[in-house]
């Protein structure tokens, strides 16, 4: 079965930059496409973006389109999300997962990580 685990995370000032990977171990993601979440304080866990593994198509939320660049390297297995031009409302839990269904919610995915911290100081 696949393992998905998240690294990257840490604390950076507004506007600064952090890439985050999540690297699959155990069988391929091949197939399938693979999603970054994030989970504020008391707020539900929500999309940020998503990727295609086979055709490299992705998916970003409006919250985050034009600063954030989902991307993955087939030889690592490994999908990163490069976050720029951080605000504080980016500080979250950030989550990989896998899809197995229709939709983007976190329903229609599985195989979740342990997640990793992003804090935005303002």
């Known amino acids: 079965q696949v393992r998905l685990v998240e690294s990257g995370g840490g604390l950076v000032q507004a506007g600064g930059s952090l890439r985050l990977s999540c690297s699959a171990s155990g069988r391929t993601v091949s197939g399938y496409t693979v999603g970054w979440f994030r989970q504020a304080p008391g707020k539900e866990r929500e999309i940020v973006a998503a990727?295609?593994?086979?055709?490299?198509?992705?998916y970003y939320s409006d919250s985050v389109k034009g600063r954030f660049t989902i991307s993955r390297d087939i030889a690592s297995n490994t999908v990163y999300l490069q976050m720029n031009s951080l605000k504080p409302e980016d500080t979250a839990v950030y989550y990989c997962a896998r899809k197995i269904g229709y939709s983007y919610h976190e329903r229609d995915f599985d195989t979740w990580g342990q997640g990793t911290q992003v804090t935005v100081s303002s």
């Open positions: 990727i295609n593994w086979n055709y490299g198509r992705t």
